[in-house]
């Protein structure tokens, strides 16, 4: 068998055309991924806890069924994800492991039944490593807020690994995972792509179901892939969409099967780059360069590349302010000690329970924006700022459609900077927001994105692209990414700070 670390850097549809073809076994598949979390998360600290007996059960199981005589299409799913080695976030349940949203109010909450994108990837054949560590609550973008410890960059272990999904980003660019789940509020799968230099889908608000996943804020979270290449988030992303009856923002539309869209032509693709976001304060040099690159690489390949403003974003940090933590503050309000999860002993009576309970369990990033949601929502500051945020809202939707009538694609900056160092922000919230500036409008509309990493900066760290796409257009983003990652040819494996 080949080296752990060879084997882990492989594409999941590589791992999956070994295993089905049984030149390798899924329980060795899952030696390697154990092999190599044992080798490289001490330093990393991607899982918050690993599942390996509910991977080596399906493997086993998986085993049999291809000594049996089973092959993909039959007796085995036809998603060429079979025997690939997963993960997911720690605000997505998966029965018999705990799902703790890395806080400490959860930290002994067991699973009691499967989020509906974990167990249709699981159900796509793949094996499940574990749960991996994010900002509490997925409030953050460094996943430094989490009450187990941060996660490390793989790249260089000084620096984050962007947030809140550090943990799946960082499993993957690692070698641990070849495909993780994460969850997208504000640019939360998007943006640690981009610190870590894995493809990284946010789909569109609805593609997706969101039950199963602890919520952050619910008109804006959306689950999503992480992986090596295009080709494997599109199929991720095959397998975990379409309607579910358990959750009723689910959209019942037609899923595609997107890995048609890899490799066609990019011909008459229209291409707009986002110059608005370009010209803003604190955007890196060689981030704004790789942008304008891309850009050339599409029109060389034969797309058509214009230019496109989008003028109502600039009120998108603001709006997503004040709608995302009014939503925490009412999804955050189960968490009070009675039912499950941390309770404060020895209260005097209920409130006093509550709020031992919850400032107990609750860190600071989470108590900052549940008060600041509270506040928006309260008597008297509604209408001044909650309806104000939703009115922004719905006018960046507007720049969205408007531009999308001319174009199909939108070239933008995924994040202002590469990875920032460790502790570089934390004393500093407004810096740290700043962070998901050119992700959250796309949350605000609901519309979909990806990162594509397509390069190093000077210091040797990952930089890429964001491709983003009008509703449920998935197909055009892989298409245009599938055509730029041929281009470059990133090679995910050159991780340099392991």
């Not at 039950?211 to 689950?223: E, K, N, R, T």
């Not at 997503?320 to 020895?346: C, H, K, M, Q, T």
């Not at 998935?474 to 040819?489: G, H, S, W």
Request: glycine letters at 8%; proline letters at 5%.
């Amino acid at each position: 068998m080949m080296d752990a670390r060879e084997l882990l850097f492989l594409p999941a549809t590589g791992i999956s055309a070994l295993v089905t073809s049984r030149e390798l076994s899924a329980r060795e598949v899952v030696d390697a991924a154990c092999a190599n979390i044992d080798a490289c998360d001490e330093r990393v600290h991607a899982f918050n806890q690993r599942s390996q007996d509910l991977a080596y059960t399906a493997a086993d199981a998986l085993d049999a069924k291809l000594a049996a005589g089973a092959t993909p299409g039959d007796g085995l799913p036809d998603s060429g994800l079979v025997g690939a080695p997963v993960a997911f976030k720690d605000n997505m349940n998966l029965l018999g492991t705990r799902t703790t949203c890395s806080s400490r109010i959860l930290s002994n909450y067991e699973s009691v039944y499967d989020c509906t994108a974990v167990r249709r990837l699981l159900d796509a054949g793949t094996l499940p490593l574990g749960k991996l560590n994010m900002d509490e609550f997925a409030f953050g973008s460094s996943t430094e807020n989490s009450a187990f410890g941060p996660t490390h960059n793989p790249w260089d272990l000084q620096r984050v690994p962007g947030g809140s999904s550090g943990g799946s980003a960082a499993a993957v660019a690692a070698g641990m995972a070849s495909i993780t789940l994460g969850s997208d509020t504000g640019g939360s799968i998007r943006q640690p792509g981009a610190c870590c230099g894995v493809v990284a889908l946010k789909p569109t608000y609805g593609r997706v179901s969101r039950y199963g996943c602890v919520a952050f804020a619910s008109s804006l979270d959306q689950i999503g892939p992480f992986a090596h290449t295009v080709r494997d988030a599109a199929l991720a992303l095959r397998a975990i969409a379409g309607k579910d009856a358990f959750d009723a923002t689910s959209v019942d539309t037609p899923v595609p099967d997107y890995t048609q869209a890899l490799g066609a032509d990019t011909a008459g693709l229209r291409v707009a780059v986002a110059t608005d976001f370009l010209e803003l304060d604190g955007v890196d040099p060689e981030v704004k360069a790789a942008v304008l690159d891309a850009a050339e690489r599409l029109d060389a390949l034969g797309a058509e590349v214009g230019e496109c403003a989008l003028p109502s974003t600039q009120y998108g940090l603001s709006a997503y302010y004040i709608v995302a933590p009014a939503e925490a503050s009412g999804n955050l309000a189960r968490f009070d000690g009675i039912r499950y999860g941390l309770r404060a002993e020895d209260a005097t009576d209920v409130l006093d329970l509550y709020m031992r309970s919850r400032a107990e369990g609750f860190g600071p990033e989470t108590i900052r924006r549940v008060m600041i949601g509270t506040y928006a929502l309260s008597a008297g500051y509604y209408d001044a700022y909650y309806a104000q945020a939703q009115k922004a809202r719905t006018v960046i939707k507007a720049d969205f459609d408007r531009v999308f009538a001319d174009f199909d694609l939108i070239l933008a900056p995924t994040a202002p900077t590469p990875a920032f160092k460790l502790g570089e922000k934390t004393a500093d919230p407004l810096s740290m927001y700043l962070s998901d500036v050119f992700t959250i409008p796309v949350n605000l509309a609901g519309n979909t994105g990806l990162h594509l990493p397509t390069k190093l900066s000077s210091a040797g760290l990952p930089l890429g692209v964001q491709l983003i796409a009008n509703h449920f257009d998935e197909a055009n983003i892989f298409r245009a990414a599938a055509a730029l990652e041929a281009d470059y040819r990133f090679d995910h494996r050159s991780v340099a700070g392991l």
